[in-house]
């Protein structure tokens, strides 16, 4: 078995994704492949660190900060629409029904 394969499995895993390869298989692998083992610490570290830096501070002054207000409130807007979409409270955008 290759180690990109395995290594694509763990990274699904690492995703909650569903990998193309069993779990045991990859762990079978990965118990014995010391270049897997190193590649799975990194991407386990690697992982937390994304998952901490998930939400920045936004920029506050400089010229960043009025595109960053922009888009936050856009995506403030957006995730509204997405909700009251989803609650099926969104009547005016349907045909009416008679
Ligand atoms: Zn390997």
């Known amino acids: 078995m290759e180690c990109a394969e395995v290594r694509a499995a763990l990274s699904a895993r690492l995703d909650g994704e569903d ?6 298989i990859v762990d ?8 897997c083992q190193a590649w799975y610490t990194q991407a386990t570290a690697i992982g937390r660190d994304l998952r901490l830096r998930a939400n920045p ?13 922009k888009v936050f409130r856009w995506l403030k807007i957006t995730q509204r629409l997405a909700v009251t979409y ?8 349907e045909p009416a029904s008679r």
């Open 19 to 24: 990998a193309a390869l069993s779990g045991d």
């Open 28 to 35: 079978a692998h990965v118990a014995h492949c010391e270049e």
């Open 86 to 93: 989803a609650a099926g409270s969104f009547r005016c955008w």
């Open 57 to 69: 501070p936004a920029p506050t002054q400089g010229a960043g900060a009025g595109l960053a207000a």
